[in-house]
């Protein structure tokens, strides 16, 4: 059985480890990041998707997700924004992220 890896940039610990536990109890190999600029600086060893909070420190999650859907290599990669921000559903389309979950968080929505 193929586990899907799935890469999380989310500052709050808390939530890192909720996440976590959720994500890998359902099979998922879980890699957590504290801010966005590990992502950019990929250029290979992608996940299966991405868990982005659009608030995080420095290079916030739009950024992140608009340097994502910009290049060949990543295009194709699912991200899904995680936000308590109320218009988290029209910054999710202006950055091109494929869904997103309100916080806070139904885990049972996430795993769906």
Known sequence: MKHH?????EEEKTLQGRL???LERNGFHVKV???GYPIVAMMDNWPDAFLIDIELPGINGLEVC??????DSSRHIPVIF?????????????????????KPLAYEELID
């Not at 890896?5 to 940039?9: E, V």
């Not at 608009?66 to 290049?71: I, Q, V, Y």
């Not at 308590?84 to 309100?102: F, G, M, R, T």
């Open 20 to 22: 976590t536990t959720a």
């Open 82 to 102: 995680i936000s308590s921000d109320p218009y988290v559903k029209v910054l999710a389309a202006s950055a091109q992220a494929d869904d997103y979950i309100e």
């Open 5 to 9: 890896r799935i890469y999380i940039a």
């Open 66 to 71: 608009k340097w994502l859907k910009s290049h």
């Open 33 to 35: 990041f504290d801010n």
